[in-house]
């Protein structure tokens, strides 16, 4: 999905904030994408099949312990990403929207479906969230993410 989304903003000619002609600023969108594979990507997708997808395959709730150790995987990552990347930036890149923060919450409304709400007592990832969903459009936002955010009802 990294290489479709590189591709369409190069083909299309997208803003230049969604990735960056400027070097450094292209170079922290590349290293967050490569970095969020086995982070954010990678932790939040288990705690969703944890806490969803296997009890709704399997009819069966997984041990508590399961889900408390995979909640722990992803909050250390949501540690590094707020020191690492979005240190004191309104995002990953400095102070325009990119492709890093479109990836990297939506990597993070997975488990929010699952009903980990991974933004409330994270200030800084609660306003970087309020940022990123602005500048795409929160209708939008919302209309792309509909179908997960139901799915506990199935």
Request: proline share 6%.
């Amino acid at each position: 999905s990294i290489a479709i989304l590189l591709y369409l903003v190069q083909k299309f000619k997208t803003p230049d904030h969604w990735y960056p002609s400027d070097l450094q600023k292209r170079a922290r969108v590349d290293e967050y994408l490569s970095w969020q594979h086995a982070n954010i990507r990678a932790k939040g997708s288990k705690l969703f099949i944890i806490k969803v997808l296997l009890p709704l395959l399997t009819g069966q709730p997984l041990p508590p312990e399961k889900l408390e150790f995979a909640t722990e995987e992803l909050n250390v990552a949501l540690k590094q990403f707020e020191e690492k990347f979005l240190q004191d930036k309104p995002f990953i890149a400095g102070s325009e929207v990119s492709l890093a923060d479109l990836v990297a919450l939506v990597e993070l409304m997975q488990p929010v479906c699952a009903g980990c709400d991974l933004f409330e007592e994270k200030p800084k990832l609660k306003e970087w969230r309020r940022r990123v969903e602005e500048a795409v459009g929160k209708q939008l936002f919302q209309e792309a993410h509909e179908e997960i955010m139901n799915i506990k009802n199935l």
